[in-house]
C-alpha cells in the first residue's frame, strides 16, 4: 500500500493508497478533534491541501454525534471523504490515567466506524525509564500488536490499514528490536511512539538516536508516522530521518494559547509588533488583531506547516534535504544537537545515499562535511581508489574548480621535471586531481574561509588516505615550492594520460577495485565532448562499454561493459537478482519492479548502475536502481531498476 | 528627518519624514516602472504594507504621461499619495552608456515634479576599478553632491530631501572618504551606490567590506539606502550593518523571468513541483498555474520580500537580529563568507553594540563566538575585571547554567581545603564564576556538542585572559582532580564572599576599572530578594546606590552612585554632556533629548548607565542612554537618555 516515488537518502517522496483515495508523502495529517472542530477537514483539504486528517477513537467513542451515537462511519461524522486515521488513545492513557479500554476493544471500535488508518493501543514509554521498563512496554506492546494484527485478519478482504507502534523510551536497542517485530507482523504503517516528552523538551539529540533506532530496525517498506510532531521545524529533520507521516494537534493547541508556529521557533502573537509572515492569515490582519484570533492564528499554523511539508517534499525531488535541514537545526542550539548527532550516523546513512544528485551540494558550516555522501567519497578512496605510481606526489589546496583545469599550468610546471600525482586537499577531503569531476567535488559550492574543524578534519582525511593509498613519494609539495626542490626527483618523464586515468579512477570508485582493469582490457577508444573535451563514451576493441554523464561524472553503464563486470566480480556484487518468470521481460528492455526483485548487493546504493540477473546469475539486463538493496527485496510496489539494455537470451 | 525608534547594534527601526507623511524603516521601496505598471502603488500600500515607492526620473522624464507631458507631480502620475522616492538614472547611464542629463538637470527635474527624496546623478564606479579610477569616480561624485545640495538651498524652505551617493568601488578607504564627505554636505539619505555587480555575481564578502567602509563614514544620523538590494535573503544581513533602505526592482525582473525570491534563494517557478510557500499568491494557485503568471509570482516576491521586512523589523525590536543574519548566510556559501567577513569587524561593531538585550543569546555556529556583544565580554575582561587574590585557580567546563548555582557543591570542596578563584573556561571565553549571571553568560544556549574551532578559540581565549589577569595561582585545575592535589595549597581559610565579589566585579566590567572601589567606599550593605537571593538593590553608607536587574545581571545607577562615580572617574568617562540651557530641565527629571546632547563619552554603549553633566561638569542627572555617544551627537531627533534621577540644584 506504499511506494516510493522518489527519494533523497532516507527522505522519500512515497505514495500511500488508504481505502479513501491515495495520499502522497511526507503529509501532515491535521488533529480532528470531534468535540471541537475548530477548522472542518474538508476546509483544510480546500485551502491547505491537507488530504488525510487524524482524530482520536478513544474520544470518539465517548462523544455522542449529532444523531446520539458513538457509531457509525467515522467519515460521516467528520463530514470528510478522504483518507481518515484514528489514533487509540494510548497518549491519553498515559496522560491523563488509567483509561478504561482495551487494545481489542479499541482497534475493533475504529474498525466498525471505518477508520482507514487504525492505531493499536500501545504501551507509552517515558524518557524516564529504565531499560527493564521500556523492555516490558515492548513486550506488552508487541503482545497488542499481534492482536491487532489478528483482528485485522479477521475483517477480511479490504481491512483497513493497521498502524503499530514501536516504543522502547530512549532505549536503542530496545527500539530496534521493537521496530524489528513490528515489521514481521501485519501491520501498514510504523508509528514511532513515545517521542513528544523528548520534543517538549527540547532534547532533539536524543530524538534523533530515538527514530534512527526505530528506523533501523523497521522494514523500509513500511511508512513511518513520528507520533505528535506537529512543530514545522522538526519536519525536515524527521523526513531527513526516514519519516513519511506526522500528525499536528499543534496548530490547534498553540493558536488556543495564542502562539504562532514557524519554521525556526514559536512567536506568540501579543509579542508581535510587525508581520513577519506572508501568510494569508497574516497578511489581512495587524499583529494586534491576530492575536486575539485564535482562528486565524490556526489558519497561520496550518499555513506554515503544510508550506514546510511542501518545501520538504521540493527538497527530496530537488536532491537538497541536507541544506534545508542544516539550515533548519539553526533555529536553536537544541536542534543543532540533533544535527551533531548525525555526523555519528554517517555509515548507515550513507547506506541510503543516492550515487549522485542533481542539485550543487552547499557548505553550510562544519556539520555538512560529515554528510554520508562525503563520507562515502573518504571510505570509497580508501577502499577502491588505486594512485598511479609516481615517485612524487604534489598536494594543492583547496580552490577553484574543476581542480585540474585550474591547475593544469602549475602541473604542467612539475611535470616537465619529475614524474608526479596531484591531490587537492579539499574541505570534503583528499581529492585525487582525475576524479575532479566526479559528484560531489566539482558540484559542491564552499565558503573561501573555512571552520577550523574543517581544516583539521580535511587535515586527517589527508592523513588517513595518504597513510592507505601506497604512494610511493618522496616528498609532499603544497603548489608553491621552487622547481629546485622538485629537480631531486627528477627523472625520465612518463607522463600520465589524465583522460584515461579519469575513466580508470571514476571505474574503480563507481564499481569498485578491479573494475578499470575488468572493464578496460582492450584497446581503449574515448570519445570525447568536441566543445567541452570530457569524455563522452568509452569504447573496448570497439564495442561501446560506458558512457560518462556530464552532470554528474559517472559512469552510465551498457551491455557489454556489464558482461565485463558481470565476468570480473563474482556475485552478489553489482547484482540484481530478479524472478526467473520475470527475467525475460527485462531481457527484452523492460524495467524491473521491486514486486520481483528476489535479493540485491547490500553494497548498491539508489541510483546505481546494476547488473540484473536471474537466480542463475545469468545477465539479462543493465540498468539503473531506483532504490536501495533492501527497498528493492522488500517492496512490492515501484520500480527498482531503470533498465537500459537487455541481453535477449 | 530621521530617528531612531530602538536598534539592535547598527540595525535600526526608524522613522523617516518625508512631504508626504512619515516611513518605518527599514523599509523596502518597490520600483515603479512609469512605462509598465505591474503592480499600482496604491495597491502595493494596500496589499503589502509598502510605505514608499521609487521610480526613475530619468525615465520618468522621457515618458510621456497620460496628458502628454513629462511634467506634473510624480504623485499624480504613478497615482500614489505617499512618499515617493526617484532615481537620477546613474545605474542607466553606467549600464546603457551616456545618458544625455546632467546632474543639475535631473536634480531640478526631480525636485519640479515634485519628488520626495531626490537623487544626485553620481558616477557609478566597478567593482574591477583601481583605486585611482574609483578616486576620481568620487572626486566627481561629491563635486555633483555638492551641486544637488546648492539646488536644495536654491528651493528654499520645505525643500526635498537629497539622497547624496557614496561611491568608491570596492576601495574601502575610498568609500570611508567619500561617506565622510557626503555626510558634511547637506543631504538627507546616504545612498550606497556601485554594489549591484557584487551582488549580481555573489560577492558577498566584498558587500560586507564595501557597506561596513561606507558606513564607517557616514554620520550615523543619516538613514542609509543600499541601491538595488532587492533580494531578501540579503536584507537581513544588510540591516545589521547599519542599510534603513532598499529598492526592489527584483520583485518584478524575477517575475518576468518566471523565478520566485525566498529568503533562502531563488526558484524558477516552473521547476517547482510542490507547493513551498504560504503566501496568497501561491496558496491560490498549482505550481504549475503559478509558473505561467508574471503578476502572481510578482505578488509571491513582494509578499516576501515585505514579510522579511517585517521579521527583520521584529528582530531588532525584540534583539535578535544576528541569530536572524547567523541563518540567513546558511542559504548560500557566498553569503557564509558575508557572515564569517563580520569578525574581522568585531571591534567597530562592538561600539554600536546594547548593553544588554531582552532576548537570549543563541549560538547558531562557530561564527557565533565572534559576535561584537561577546568580543566586548573578552575585551572587558582583560581591561577592567580584577580577580581576587587566591592561590588556586579552579577552572570548570562548560556545562549548565548558571555556573554558581550550579557549581556549589564542587567549590565548596575545594574551599574547605584551600582559598581559590574559579572561572568557566565558557564556549564564549574563560567567565569568572561571580560573573556568571551577567549578560550574556546566563541568558545564552550554547548546543552540547561545541565546534572545534570553539573549542579551541575557548582555549586561546582563556590563556590570554590568564596571561594578563594577575592571578597568583599554582595550578589549574578542571574540576576533577583529587584533594590531594589542592591539599599543596591548604592554607587558612579566607573565604570569599561570593555575592560582594559579585557586585564588585560587576560594577567593575559595567563602568570601568575601579567603579567597584569608587562606588562601595563605606558600609555595603546588599538587599537581596527573598525568592531567589539575588542583589537587588545595594547601599552604602545607608544610601542606595545601584539596582541589580535581575534580566541582564547589570547595574540601574541612583544618583548617589552617580555622585560617586563623577568625583572617581574624570571627564570624559561616563559623561553625556548637555546644553546647559535644558540642563534643568533634567535636573527636574526630564529625559534628554538627542538635540541637547552636546558631547559623549566615546566609550559608552546603547543602554549604558550614564551620567548626564552640564559642559561644566556638574552632575545634573543619572540615566541610560538610548543611542551611542556618536549618535548622541549627530542626531537632532528623539531621545539621548532616559533620566532616572535628576540632581536639583
Known amino acids: 500500500m506504499f511506494e516510493i516515488v522518489d527519494r533523497d537518502g532516507l527522505g522519500r517522496l512515497g505514495r500511500l493508497a488508504t481505502r479513501h483515495g491515495s495520499v502522497q508523502t511526507p503529509a501532515l495529517l491535521p488533529v480532528i478533534n470531534p468535540n471541537n472542530v475548530l477548522i472542518p477537514p474538508r476546509e483544510m483539504a480546500d485551502r491547505f491541501g491537507a488530504e488525510i486528517v487524524i482524530t482520536n477513537a478513544y474520544i470518539l467513542r465517548r462523544t455522542k454525534s449529532a444523531g446520539g451515537s458513538v457509531e457509525g462511519d467515522v467519515h460521516n461524522r467528520l463530514a470528510f471523504e478522504g483518507p481518515i486515521m484514528t489514533d487509540s488513545g494510548a497518549f491519553q492513557q498515559h496522560v491523563y490515567g488509567d483509561v478504561d479500554v482495551t487494545n481489542g476493544e479499541i482497534v475493533r471500535y475504529q474498525a466498525s466506524i471505518g477508520s482507514d488508518l487504525v492505531t493499536m493501543l500501545d504501551v507509552f514509554s517515558e524518557p524516564s525509564h529504565s531499560r527493564a521498563e521500556a523492555s516490558a512496554g515492548v513486550d506488552e506492546t508487541l503482545r497488542r500488536a499481534k492482536e491487532a494484527a489478528a483482528i485485522k485478519e479477521e475483517v477480511g478482504p479490504d481491512p483497513f490499514a493497521l498502524v503499530g507502534v514501536v516504543q522502547g523510551g530512549v532505549h536503542a536497542p530496545e527500539r530496534t528490536r521493537c521496530a524489528q517485530e513490528i515489521s514481521k507482523l501485519g501491520v501498514d504503517v510504523a508509528a514511532i511512539g513515545g517521542v513528544v516528552p523528548l520534543m517538549e523538551s527540547y532534547r532533539f539529540r536524543d530524538l534523533v538516536q530515538v527514530v534512527i533506532a526505530s528506523r533501523q530496525g523497521l522494514s523500509p517498506h513500511l511508512p513511518v508516522h513520528l507520533f505528535g510532531a506537529g512543530h514545522p521545524m522538526l519536519f525536515a529533520l524527521a523526513c531527513l530521518l526516514g519519516c513519511d507521516l506526522f500528525d499536528s494537534a499543534s496548530y490547534a493547541k498553540y493558536a488556543r494559547a495564542g502562539r504562532m508556529m514557524f519554521v525556526d521557533g514559536t512567536w506568540r502573537a501579543s509579542e508581535l509588533e510587525h508581520r513577519i509572515c506572508e501568510c494569508a492569515a497574516c497578511a489581512k490582519r495587524t499583529p494586534a488583531?491576530?492575536?486575539?484570533?485564535?482562528?486565524?492564528?490556526?489558519?497561520?499554523?496550518?499555513?506554515?506547516?503544510?508550506?514546510?511539508?511542501?518545501?520538504?517534499?521540493?527538497?527530496?525531488?530537488?536532491?537538497?534535504?541536507?541544506?534545508?535541514?542544516?539550515?533548519?537545526?539553526?533555529?536553536?542550539?537544541?536542534?543543532?544537537?540533533?544535527?551533531?548527532?548525525?555526523?555519528?550516523?554517517?555509515?548507515?546513512?550513507?547506506?541510503?545515499?543516492?550515487?549522485?544528485?542533481?542539485?550543487?551540494?552547499?557548505?553550510?558550516?562544519?556539520?555538512?562535511?560529515?554528510?554520508?555522501?562525503?563520507?562515502?567519497?573518504?571510505?570509497?578512496?580508501?577502499?577502491?581508489?588505486?594512485?598511479?605510481?609516481?615517485?612524487?606526489?604534489?598536494?594543492?589546496?583547496?580552490?577553484?574548480?574543476?581542480?585540474?583545469?585550474?591547475?593544469?599550468?602549475?602541473?604542467?610546471?612539475?611535470?616537465?621535471?619529475?614524474?608526479?600525482?596531484?591531490?587537492?586537499?579539499?574541505?570534503?577531503?583528499?581529492?585525487?586531481?582525475?576524479?575532479d569531476e566526479m559528484y560531489p567535488i566539482s558540484q559542491s559550492l564552499v565558503p573561501d574561509q573555512l571552520d577550523l574543524e574543517v581544516l583539521e578534519a580535511s587535515e586527517v582525511f589527508a592523513r588517513q588516505f595518504l597513510a592507505g593509498a601506497g604512494y610511493e613519494f618522496g616528498i609532499l609539495w603544497e603548489g608553491d615550492a621552487t622547481l629546485e626542490e622538485l629537480s631531486k626527483w627528477r627523472e625520465e618523464p612518463?607522463?600520465?594520460?589524465?583522460?584515461?586515468?579519469?575513466?580508470?579512477?571514476?571505474?574503480?570508485?563507481?564499481?569498485?577495485r578491479g573494475a578499470a582493469d575488468a572493464l578496460l582490457a582492450g584497446k581503449v577508444d574515448l570519445v570525447r565532448s568536441k566543445n567541452t573535451g570530457r569524455v563522452r563514451n568509452v569504447l573496448v576493441d570497439c564495442r561501446h562499454i560506458l558512457s560518462m554523464r556530464a552532470h554528474d561524472g559517472f559512469f552510465s553503464l551498457r551491455a557489454e561493459g556489464g558482461k565485463a563486470l558481470h565476468r570480473a566480480f563474482a556475485k552478489p556484487a553489482l547484482r540484481v537478482v530478479v524472478d526467473p518468470e520475470t527475467a525475460e521481460f527485462n531481457r527484452a528492455g523492460k524495467n524491473v519492479f521491486a514486486k520481483f526483485v528476489l535479493a540485491a548487493d547490500?553494497?548498491?546504493?539508489?541510483?546505481?548502475?546494476?547488473?540484473?540477473?536471474?537466480?542463475?546469475?545469468?545477465?539479462?539486463?543493465?540498468?539503473?536502481?531506483?532504490?536501495?538493496?533492501?527497498?528493492?527485496?522488500?517492496?512490492?510496489?515501484?520500480?527498482?531498476?531503470?533498465?537500459?539494455?537487455?541481453?535477449?537470451?
Open 289 to 435: 488583531e491576530l492575536a486575539g484570533d485564535e482562528r486565524a492564528i490556526a489558519e497561520h499554523n496550518l499555513a506554515v506547516s503544510f508550506a514546510e511539508i511542501g518545501r520538504v517534499r521540493q527538497a527530496i525531488k530537488t536532491g537538497d534535504l541536507w541544506e534545508l535541514v542544516e539550515r533548519r537545526c539553526r533555529a536553536h542550539p537544541a536542534l543543532l544537537d540533533g544535527l551533531k548527532e548525525l555526523r555519528r550516523h554517517a555509515s548507515w546513512l550513507e547506506s541510503f545515499e543516492p550515487l549522485s544528485r542533481h542539485s550543487a551540494l552547499f557548505y553550510t558550516g562544519s556539520e555538512t562535511v560529515y554528510r554520508p555522501i562525503l563520507h562515502r567519497l573518504r571510505t570509497r578512496l580508501q577502499e577502491r581508489y588505486s594512485p598511479p605510481r609516481r615517485k612524487v606526489l604534489v598536494m594543492f589546496p583547496e580552490g577553484e574548480k574543476p581542480y585540474m583545469a585550474r591547475q593544469a599550468a602549475a602541473m604542467e610546471k612539475v611535470e616537465r621535471v619529475c614524474n608526479a600525482h596531484f591531490l587537492v586537499k579539499s574541505a570534503f577531503g583528499p581529492v585525487p586531481i582525475e576524479l
Open 494 to 512: 612518463t607522463p600520465i594520460d589524465w583522460i584515461l586515468q579519469r575513466v580508470r579512477a571514476t571505474a574503480d570508485m563507481q564499481f569498485g
Open 602 to 649: 547490500a553494497n548498491l546504493r539508489p541510483m546505481d548502475e546494476v547488473l540484473v540477473v536471474d537466480p542463475d546469475d545469468a545477465l539479462v539486463a543493465v540498468g539503473q536502481c531506483l532504490l536501495g538493496p533492501e527497498e528493492m527485496a522488500a517492496f512490492d510496489r515501484g520500480l527498482a531498476v531503470r533498465v537500459r539494455e537487455g541481453l535477449p537470451p
